[in-house]
């Protein structure tokens, strides 16, 4: 069964600390996202990627910055995690171009930054 | 700007009814439009629609999407609790998705 891995599911940090969120998927798909979601506002994109070592801003990409050194793993970095940034946080992947087909959504990180 | 907007924010039913969630779009070089289920964790597809007027069928949840109008409607018939859940509407622009606020609906027994 194909999936996408997110390595917690509940996360609390503390204000000022560098938070690592990882994924990883199976899939061999060569886009991989992150958004967050929050009440009221829906899905919002942080940034994506459609290749190793490519990103690409989202619509809030401020306060975060991404890695991909792997085709399979996508990581989202909060630099100085700020309570701002307490969300559920999904990643997802797709094949190449455009998405018509849907993403295939992880479990979802839900952080608490206290 | 591409968007993707949903209605209602939340709705509540009793067992048995029949809703209706709505999902209008503005999406530059429109493709496909899918609709997704979100319990308390990652969201699970229902369905794609690509084609106007072609109503897409699983069980007890229908959708349908109007091409000219820019929109789509979930229909849920004879809901049951299991049906609580926050439904997303989404568009691919490019190479990401647009995705609506999401209507999450609760069914009480």
């Known amino acids: 069964d194909v999936k996408v891995t997110q390595s917690s599911r509940y996360l609390v940090k503390r204000t000022g600390e560098k938070v690592f969120l990882e994924c990883v998927q199976d899939?061999?798909?060569?886009?991989m996202f992150w958004y967050r979601q929050d009440p009221g506002l829906g899905l919002r994109l942080i940034y994506f990627?459609?290749?190793?070592?490519?990103?690409e801003k989202g619509d809030i990409p401020e306060g975060y910055s991404v890695s991909r050194e792997k085709k399979e793993r996508f990581s989202l970095i909060l630099e100085s995690a700020s309570t701002n940034q307490t969300s559920m946080y999904l990643c997802?992947?797709?094949?190449?171009?455009?998405?018509?087909?849907?993403?295939?959504f992880g479990s979802g990180t839900r952080l608490t930054v206290v | 700007e591409d968007k993707v907007v949903q209605s209602p924010l939340s709705l509540v039913v009793h067992e048995g009814d029949t809703v209706t969630l709505n999902c209008s779009y503005e999406v530059t070089n429109f493709r496909s439009l899918l609709w997704y289920k979100q319990e308390k964790k990652a969201p699970t597809f229902l369905f794609m629609l690509t084609s106007s007027g072609i109503e897409k069928k699983s069980g007890r949840l229908s959708s349908i999407l109007d091409k000219k109008e820019l929109f789509s409607i979930l229909n849920i018939t004879a809901t049951q609790t299991g049906d609580s859940a926050v439904y997303l509407c989404a568009a691919p622009a490019g190479s990401q998705f647009y995705f609506g606020t999401g209507t999450s609906l609760t069914v009480i027994p």
């Open positions: 899939m061999d798909h060569e886009n």
């Open positions: 990627s459609y290749d190793v070592k490519m990103k």
């Open positions: 997802a992947s797709s094949l190449s171009g455009t998405p018509m087909y849907g993403y295939t």
